[in-house]
Every structure is written in structure tokens, then in C-alpha cells.
Nanobody
Framework: QVRLVESGGGLVQAGGSLRLSCAAT????????MGWYRQAPGKQRELVAA???????NYADSVKGRFTISRDNAENTVYLQMNSLKPEDTAVYYC????????????WGQGTQVTVSS
């Protein structure tokens, strides 16, 4: 059974930093794109950042220059370093990965709360 286990959320003041981690466990053949999404109360879930197995990255305009996504392919882990946090970054952050077990499909983590106080 494949699982995505997230950690690293919490409460931080504006201007502070947090680092999120997400480890994929289980019978994994390979992992394609990994990414982070977020959902604030009353809003739709949105892509924050994504990274391919080859290391190409994509960011939402709102986080460019402040957030950095990276991954450790040997550990099946993706990270999100969040700097210069703003109150509008407050949301539940979800890890996503396209994983090949027998076929390729998307998996989601349970979500981790990030709260930025002003």
C-alpha cells in the first residue's frame, strides 16, 4: 500500500520560514512528478510547486522567489522550503505524487496545516 506521509507544518510569524517534507512509502516502482498543493478556507485547492523526476520545477506566481521545492529520489521524498512567509500563505498543504505501482496514478498526503500570523 502506497502512502504519502507529510511533516513540518505549524505556526509561524510573518517573515518566518518552514520546511515541509513528504515521504512516499510502500511498493513503489517509480515516481514521476511530485508536488505541493494548498487549500485555504473557502478556496479551491491550488498548485504551489511541482518537481519532475529529472529535477525540473514549476511554481505558482505567488510563491516564486520565496519557496523552493526539491526532492531526494533515493528516499522518495519531496521537500518544500518556505521563506518570507505571508499571512496569505496560511492553508492546509497537501503533498501529491504520480506513482507507478502497476499503473501510474496520483496519490495524496493527509495534509499539514501551515498558519502564518501577522
Amino acid at each position: 500500500q502506497v502512502r504519502l506521509v507529510e511533516s513540518g507544518g505549524g505556526l509561524v510569524q510573518a517573515g518566518g520560514s518552514l520546511r515541509l517534507s513528504c515521504a512516499a512509502t510502500g511498493s513503489i516502482f517509480s515516481i514521476n512528478t511530485m508536488g505541493w498543493y494548498r487549500q485555504a478556507p473557502g478556496k479551491q485547492r491550488e498548485l504551489v510547486a511541482a518537481i519532475t523526476s529529472g529535477g525540473s520545477t514549476n511554481y505558482a506566481d505567488s510563491v516564486k522567489g520565496r519557496f523552493t521545492i526539491s526532492r531526494d529520489n533515493a528516499e522518495n521524498t519531496v521537500y518544500l522550503q518556505m521563506n518570507s512567509l505571508k499571512p496569505e500563505d496560511t492553508a492546509v498543504y497537501y503533498c501529491n505524487a504520480r506513482i507507478v505501482v502497476v499503473i501510474s496514478r496520483d496519490y495524496w498526503g493527509q495534509g499539514t496545516q501551515v498558519t502564518v500570523s501577522s
